[in-house]
Nanobody, 115 residues
Framework: QVQLVESGGGLVQPGGSLRLSCTAS????????MAWYRQAPGKQRELVAS???????DYIGSVKGRFTISRDNVKKTVTLQMNSLKPEDTAVYYC?????????WGQGTQVTVSS
């Protein structure tokens, strides 16, 4: 059974930083493309950052230069380092794994940016 478990969310002031982690249970982590999505109240879920099996990354425009996605295939983790956080970054963040037309989701972790 595939499981993705996120951690690292919380409350932070504007301008602060948080580091989200997602740990996967499947045996061959390296074949999965990984991504972070987020969903704010009343809004659709959106793709925030992605990383391919080869380590290529992509970001939505609003987080470029502030967020960094990385992966560790040995530890089976994907991390989202979030700096210079803004109130509009407030959302539930979800980890996603994708391979061979199969996608898997974590349970989500809340990130709240507020003073």
């Amino acid at each position: 059974q595939v499981q993705l478990v996120e951690s690292g969310g919380g409350l932070v002031q504007p301008g602060g930083s948080l580091r989200l982690s997602c740990t996967a249970s499947f045996s061959i982590f390296s074949i999965y493309s990984m991504a972070w999505y987020r969903q704010a109240p009343g809004k659709q879920r959106e793709l925030v950052a992605s990383i391919t099996t080869g380590g290529s990354t992509d970001y939505i425009g609003s987080v470029k230069g502030r967020f960094t996605i990385s992966r560790d295939n040995v530890k089976k983790t994907v991390t989202l380092q979030m700096n210079s956080l803004k109130p509009e970054d407030t959302a539930v963040y979800y980890c996603n794994a994708y391979y061979a037309n199969q996608g898997y989701w974590g349970q989500g972790t809340q990130v709240t940016v507020s003073s």
